[in-house]
């Protein structure tokens, strides 16, 4: 079993590049999400989607664009990297509802030079 | 606002010892609240959930913690700390469907 799949596992970018990281999810989940980890902050949550075609704001969404066109796909583009957006990010896919668990991607370390 | 804090970055224990972290939580109404733990370079997994059906709630790897709504907290325990344990722990709570509010941290360390 894949569960919540994401590439690349590192990035470096130069301030200004954009650059979509990906994720891909086998378990036929309608919620996807995205957030992001910095030091001492715990996670918070850039963007969401609740299905194919939907998708809303979170708590930190500057600076960054998702779309979801397939159940399967949830990527984010970081339209102009900006040093503030060096992180872990995190994609993570559940069942409907407000309590089901969230299954997490390994990740993707970011550094925007 | 729903929010979660978790009291103490780091947490060492010698290993055997009792396992106590904490949480608070603020919610104006009954919460969905989580402890999920993250091994190094890897991504966050659910260690349990606590859903309003009991106050005691049992996860995995030997890990429960209880709610308790007049301290407004959900404090993860274990009895016996195995080195394996050293991770870091994050208290959460639901605020809408996908979407979590997380704590801190806290790092466990384990001694042998």
């Known amino acids: 079993n894949a569960g919540v799949t994401q590439t690349p596992k590192f990035q470096v970018l130069k301030t200004g590049q954009s650059m979509t990281l990906q994720c891909a999810q086998d378990m036929n989940h309608e919620y996807m999400s995205w957030y992001r980890q910095d030091p001492g902050m715990g996670l918070r949550l850039i963007h969401y989607s609740v299905g194919a075609g939907i998708t809303d704001q979170g708590e930190v969404p500057n600076g960054y664009n998702v779309s979801r066109s397939t159940t399967e796909d949830f990527p984010l583009r970081l339209l102009s990297a900006a040093p503030s957006q060096t992180s872990v990010y995190f994609c993570a896919s559940s069942q409907q509802g407000r309590n089901e668990k969230l299954f997490f991607g390994s990740g993707t370390q970011l550094s925007v030079l | 606002a729903q929010s979660v804090t978790q009291l103490g970055s780091h947490v060492s224990v010698s290993e055997g010892a009792l396992v106590l972290l904490r949480c608070n939580y603020s919610s104006s109404v009954p919460p969905y609240l989580f402890w999920y733990v993250q091994y190094p370079n890897q991504g966050l997994q659910l260690l349990l959930k606590?859903?309003?059906?009991?106050?005691l709630v049992k996860g995995i790897n030997g890990f429960e913690a209880e709610f308790k709504k007049s301290e407004t907290s959900f404090h993860l325990t274990k009895p016996s700390a195995h080195m394996s344990d050293a991770a870091e722990y994050f208290c959460?709570?639901?605020?809408?469907?996908?979407?979590?509010?997380f704590g801190t941290g806290t790092r466990l360390l384990v001694s042998p």
């Open positions: 606590y859903t309003s059906a009991a106050t």
């Open positions: 959460a709570v639901s605020t809408g469907f996908q979407k979590l509010v």
